[in-house]
């Protein structure tokens, strides 16, 4: 839609019967001339991506106790995706288009990203599940049990204590060694170019 | 013997190894006989440009990198800029892809007596605008690191102050224990005591089993510690003894220096898998070789690792950011591991056999004398064999016992296969089978077993090792035979230093006069033996087998000219002495004088005509 030229009369009269005879478009009109926004005009919203998960875990523990809503440096962010690039290759297999290949041929460069980012997560984190207990087993969430690592849906009802199956056992850092860097800067770059000479 | 301990609170062993280095940690006010607290320092390092790591193990590569490779703040350290270098782990890596400027196996060319160890010779292949280091000044460069690891982990307890036990393969010679010491110097520790690293395997050991060690060896016992690291095999007998009541230990035989590791396994099973990629047309780059050596490793561990595993796929990644586009998929198989590793390197052999040698190239001389035979079971043999008379047995020195270290035989099939060997042997001469002693760490044991040496060597209890020297020690001089023209004069052996000089112990050779000049340096011909353990100071050899003793490195005396008119002739004898550090240092002392001379083992090599 072009907003510099408006409809000429004509067409505007077109458009009012439309809007007569259609119930759907009379609601946009509506809309629009309460002052929404079409969706089209709406700019791009980031889409989290699971690296926004990994910011979280980055952020020191009582920095998000003091306030919820955190602006972080997105330095430890760049320096996990250039660690996982680094042991994985993480971000050439994301980035590579995989339509053309076979599945055999991205299962064997995903055993380069498998291992490589097993190998890094276990050198510079501790995971654990949040739950112990083995998928599938019934479990009680106590009054009070903690609501940000632990997730329940379904028949959600009436007070804890909660009685359900436990579908996933989660996952929490219980540490994170990140390497210290000397220069901030150099975490931006998550794969230095390679010159053969 | 007395170990000075006012002030040092902690006793710190270091491993310099030839791939790794780490350092371990007693706390000698929190320890108290078979309790020992003990720990192994995380060492920061460079893993990457400007991030760092504190990892347990530093790699002992130094990398030296072009002006424009790296920014200041790319190589800063915790306790400030690396200069001259980078240590560890980037070190590694950088110079993986360029080897032009990566110092590599320093320890080893620390021990080639071909080459002068005080010049600035590595990278050996270097161009000339890089400025290259000696291998000595490289060692100083990695106990340094340790040292700032240390001292910025524990700024209250300065490792000069500290009592510092660093080890050595038991197959150095007299230069190469001095060069070690002088570069543990030179970084500053001034408490200092030099250990056999499989006598540390074996500390580590006894540590482990918290005062359990006694019921699992008897006097009788003879323990053979095999230890394959990542470029040196390193083999020694220790025999328990009773005296009075309690067990002894003493380190009886040492093998020679074999330049025969796992880094040489991986290249092998990595070769292996070129070559087959090869006649399938796939073409690998040196670049894409070391990546398939990397995943050789990984597939060999756990083809070791699990009998059931009877291939691992490898893949080689692309070097470009294309991934899946570009990356070659193989496999290793179990009988490729077990062609190329186990019986490349651990073929059954006959205890009889000896290690096969060729004639050296003229043109190999500048590199290291890496083992010519890969078998280790070979070198094994040949040492057992050589060292029968150690415990008067007729064919072999027949060990009751064996303990393992080095990262090489954490695969159980490689030491399933050493045991299988070793207990072949015994069974042929009707002896019963060597039971194998449960190891400790095998990455860490050589450091922890350094650490747990110094702490008992403090306290004054726990069991030690005693051994003294490895080696006896012969000067050549001129036999009395009639000469012959054309052929050079016949030289005969003369005992300076007997086997198994105990530390701060001291002989004199009176025997016999040298004639030194003063101003000008004499050269004197030097041997060792490792099995003529029955000679004494002044024992003359005319004749000897090949085995029995081997030609070191000359030595040097060198009179100062200072209140001696230069020219003159001194009559000297020589002395032998073994210092409390661990290292054999030799005298000349002129005949009714008191003073004395050192006498240098490392002597400048001759200039090598182009």
């Given amino acids: 839609m072009t907003e510099s030229t408006p409809p000429s009369f004509f067409s505007r009269i077109a458009l009012a019967f439309a809007v007569l005879g259609d119930a759907h478009l009379a609601l946009g009109a509506a809309r629009l001339r309460g002052g929404e926004a079409l969706a089209a005009d709406v700019p791009p919203r980031e889409v989290p991506a699971p690296k926004i998960v990994e910011v979280r875990v980055e952020v020191p523990v009582e920095k998000v106790v003091e306030k919820r809503v955190e602006v972080t440096t997105p330095t430890a962010a760049l320096q996990l995706l250039g660690l996982l690039q680094r042991e994985a290759r993480f971000v050439d297999f994301v980035q590579e288009d995989v339509a053309g290949y076979t599945d055999a041929e991205i299962g064997a460069a995903a055993r380069v990203v498998h291992e490589g980012c097993r190998k890094a997560l276990r050198e510079h984190l501790t995971l654990e599940p949040v739950r112990p207990e083995a998928e599938g087993s019934r479990i009680t969430l106590p009054p009070g049990f903690d609501a940000a690592a632990v997730r329940v849906s379904g028949n959600v009802v009436g007070q804890p204590p909660f009685t359900g199956t436990l579908a996933h056992r989660g996952w929490r850092a219980a540490d994170v060694r990140l390497p210290q860097l000397t220069d901030d800067k150099a975490a931006a770059v998550i794969a230095q170019a390679e010159v053969e000479l | ?610």
């Fill in chain 2, 1 to 610: 013997m007395t170990v000075e301990t006012t002030g040092a609170r902690f006793s710190i062993g270091i491993d310099l190894g030839t791939t790794h280095c780490a350092l371990s940690w007693v706390d000698l006010s929190a320890s108290d006989g078979d309790r020992v607290v003990q720990g192994v320092l995380d060492v920061p390092q460079l893993t990457a440009p400007a991030t760092l790591e504190a990892r347990p193990l530093l790699p002992s590569f130094l990398y030296l990198p072009h002006e424009s490779e790296l920014s200041a703040g790319d190589t800063a350290l915790p306790w400030g800029a690396a200069e001259g270098g980078i240590t560890g782990e980037l070190a590694r890596t950088r110079g993986a892809a360029t080897p032009i400027r990566l110092v590599a196996s320093a320890k080893s060319w620390l021990c080639h007596p071909g080459v002068d160890r005080r010049a600035p010779i590595l990278p050996a292949d270097a161009p000339a605008e890089v400025a290259r280091i000696s291998p000595l000044a490289a060692s100083v460069r990695y106990l340094t690191h340790l040292r700032d690891a240390w001292e910025h982990a524990h700024p209250d307890a300065p490792l000069a102050a500290q009592h510092v036990t660093v080890t050595i393969p038991a197959s150095f010679d007299p230069a190469a224990r001095e060069l070690t010491a002088e570069a543990c110097q030179a970084a500053g520790f001034e408490r200092l005591t030099l250990l056999e690293e499989p006598q540390a395997a074996l500390y580590s050991w006894i540590q482990a089993s918290g005062g359990g060690w006694r019921k699992q060896v008897q006097s009788g016992d003879v323990i053979l510690v095999v230890d394959v690291g990542g470029g040196t095999t390193d083999l020694s007998l220790i025999a328990v003894q009773e005296n009075a009541g309690s067990l002894e230990l003493r380190r009886i035989a040492v093998g020679e220096h074999i330049l025969l590791g796992g880094d040489n396994m991986d290249l092998a099973l990595a070769y292996g898998v070129a070559r087959k990629l090869a006649q399938e047309g796939k073409q690998l780059d040196a670049w894409q070789t070391r990546a398939l050596a990397h995943g050789c490793r990984a597939a060999k561990e756990q083809l070791l690792a699990n009998e059931n595993v009877q291939s691992v796929p490898v893949v080689v990644p692309s070097r470009g950011s294309k991934l899946i586009g570009g990356s070659l998929r193989t496999e290793v198989t179990r009988a490729e591991v077990q062609q190329t590793l186990v019986e490349g390197f651990f073929p059954q052999v006959a205890v009889t056999d000896k290690p096969q040698t060729r004639a050296r190239g003229a043109l190999t001389q500048l590199g290291l004398p890496y083992a010519q035979d890969a078998a280790v079971t070979r070198h094994l043999a040949a040492f057992l064999a050589r060292q029968a008379g150690a415990l008067d047995q007729a064919t072999f020195a027949r060990p009751t016992a064996i303990l393992f270290n080095g990262g090489v035989l954490k695969a159980p099939q490689i030491a399933q296969r050493i045991v299988q060997v070793i207990n072949g042997w015994l069974a042929q001469d009707g002896a019963a089978p060597a039971r194998l002693l449960d190891g400790a760490h095998l990455d860490l044991a050589v450091a922890r077993g350094a650490a747990y040496h110094g702490h008992i060597a403090a306290r004054g209890q726990g069991v030690r090792i005693r051994g003294g020297t490895a080696q006896s020690y012969y000067v050549g001089v001129e036999s009395n035979m009639p000469a012959i023209p054309g052929m050079e004069p016949p030289i005969s052996a003369l005992c300076l230093a007997p086997f198994g000089m105990e530390e701060g112990s001291e002989v004199a050779l009176d025997a016999q006069e040298f004639g030194l000049v003063v101003g000008e340096p004499v050269r004197l011909r030097f041997f060792g033996s490792s099995v003529r353990r029955n000679d004494t100071v002044g024992t003359l050899l005319d004749f000897w087998g090949p085995e029995e003793l081997v030609e070191l490195q000359e030595i040097e005396a060198q009179l100062p000219a200072e209140g001696r008119t230069p020219g003159e002739v001194v009559p000297v004898t020589l002395h032998a002495r073994v210092t409390d550090i661990g290292t054999l240092e030799l005298d000349a002392v002129p005949v009714g004088g008191s003073e004395r001379w050192k006498v240098e083992f490392d002597v400048r090599a001759p200039a090598a005509s182009e």
